[in-house]
């Protein structure tokens, strides 16, 4: 074979490749949102999701139950809380006019301990003195008692003497003028002697009566040392008394403490039992909407004998809204890979409820584009967990209320979507990104399932939105 020969067979080879290569691109884009159903298997399917919508549905009035026994439950303990913390607001005011009873013993305590301690200094002042006068009296006893010696034994001496001692000295004096200097000399020496015993005997005597006053002064302060101490010791025991008070409310107060935080734990854990709920009631409202959507998603695509072709819902008033394309930049006529109605797909009828965004002739360049809302809403579903509902895969759902013109509420619907951007609950504005294209689910293509309901009914997207 020449190499001309091999190259045409390469080159219609690759030809043959790309063209089932294309083919299998737009067999894949066009999605499979239902399987082929009998009336009698549409009728199974529906009375299933009627049973789980019930289970939902009793799963949530449980929880709603649970939730309204948890709120009860709450009112009773605050209602318990507030109680106890009345009774801890009276306490603390007792416990803050004993410690007023108690601060006043105390300064009526150290008024009385300075009292004491210059009463105590008086009397250590007193008992110095008598210190003092007890050695000065000794002192002067000492030279009493030597003085009236001295003087004694010359008394004794003049009185033994006698005349003999008195003409003795006449004779052993010089003369009669020495004699008598003699003579008065001693007499003066005996009443010198005298005079210094009387002195110091009258110095006893003062220093006697000096004692005596002191020790009076001593017994007056010792007395009232004595009614000082006893005062003292009353406002001790009134102290004691009333700290003993205090201490009973303080430990009455811990006590409600204690109670206050233990029905704040219980609180707790009635309000975590309420965010279980709550978490279960959220969850049974979406299996709810996911049963119903997946029921209302049921179609009928095997045509008995006699049973009669399927017909699109009325459409309501196409200007009631102003939605925008939901996937910017793919808004020509040929991005509609599947249009609103009925068709047929893999050889069977069936009624398509939205519109098929695809990325038409280049199909892959569509995968993980941009789908923003089409307007304003809430988003009531956003499954992005590769649970993929059947048919639809990952999908968002907005609910953009009631429309004041028509009265009518309005819902958009996402499906088959790559990422989810966006969660239950948020509020988005027209044009907020809200997930990737792609294709799960029931699909084998990228592109973007998109419906518009009013009421709860199925409407043309085409009447809302427009293709350039």
């Known amino acids: ?34 399987l082929g159903l009998t009336q009698a298997e549409a009728d199974q399917k529906r009375a299933e999701y009627d049973r789980k919508i019930a289970d939902f549905r009793e799963q949530y009035n449980q929880e709603l139950q649970n939730e309204k026994n948890a709120q009860n439950q709450i009112s ?29 013993y105390d300064r009526q305590l150290q008024e009385l301990d300075r009292k004491v301690q ?24 000492t030279q009493v008692d030597d003085t009236y010696e001295v003087f004694m034994q010359r008394m004794r001496a ?26 008065e000399v001693k007499q003066r020496l005996a009443e010198q002697d005298k005079q210094l015993v009387d002195t110091l005997r009258t110095q006893i ?53 204690n109670n206050v935080a233990e029905l704040a734990n219980l609180r707790s854990e009635q ?6 709920a709550q978490r279960q009631q959220k969850l049974a409202q979406e299996g709810i909407s996911d049963a119903e959507r997946d029921k209302s998603s049921i179609q009928v695509t095997e045509q008995d004998k006699n049973e009669n072709p399927v ?32 068709r047929i797909l893999f050889g069977k ?61 309005y819902e958009t619907f996402y499906g088959h979507t790559q990422t989810v951007l966006v969660s239950v609950g948020q509020y988005v504005t027209k044009g907020t990104p809200i997930a990737k294209v792609g294709t799960s689910g029931n699909s084998t293509g990228y592109h973007l399932h998109f419906e518009v309901r009013a009421n709860n009914q199925y409407q043309n997207p085409m009447n809302y939105v427009h293709t350039r």
């Open 1 to 34: 074979m020449s190499y001309k020969s091999l190259g045409r067979r390469k080159g219609l080879k690759t030809k043959l490749l790309c063209l089932l290569t294309v083919l299998t691109v737009m067999v894949a884009s066009m999605p499979m949102t239902a």
């Open 76 to 104: 009773l303990i605050e209602e318990g809380i507030q109680a106890f913390e009345e009774q801890q607001a009276l306490i603390n005011d007792q416990i803050a006019q004993l410690d007023t009873t108690i601060q006043e």
């Open 118 to 141: 210059a009463t105590q200094q008086e009397i250590d002042g007193l008992n110095a003195r008598v210190t003092q006068l007890e050695a000065d009296l000794s002192a002067k006893e």
């Open 205 to 257: 005597e003062e220093m006697n009566a000096t004692k005596a006053d002191i020790e009076t002064s001593k017994q007056t302060l010792s007395a009232k040392m004595d009614e000082l101490q006893a005062a003292r010791g009353e406002q001790q025991d009134k102290k004691n008394q009333v700290q003993v008070e205090k201490n009973k409310q303080v430990e009455a107060k811990q006590a409600l403490d």
């Open 311 to 342: 017909v699109p819902p009325v459409d309501e008033d196409p200007s009631a809204m102003n939605f925008i394309w939901p996937v910017p930049g793919y808004d020509q006529a040929k991005n509609i890979s599947s249009p609103y109605g009925n």
């Open 271 to 276: 309000q975590a039992k309420i965010d279980y």
């Open 349 to 409: 009828l069936e009624f398509h409820t939205g519109i098929d965004i695809a990325g038409y002739g280049d199909y892959g360049h569509i995968a993980g584009k941009t789908i923003v809302a089409a307007e304003d809403g809430v988003v009531t579903i956003a499954k992005n967990n590769g649970q993929w509902n059947y048919g639809w895969g990952n999908y968002v759902s907005i609910d953009h209320g009631i429309n004041s013109a028509d009265g009518k509420r």
């Open 158 to 183: 003049l009185y033994m003497s006698g005349e003999v001692s008195s003409l003795t000295m006449f004779f052993n004096s010089g003369d009669f003028a020495d004699y008598l200097y003699q003579a």
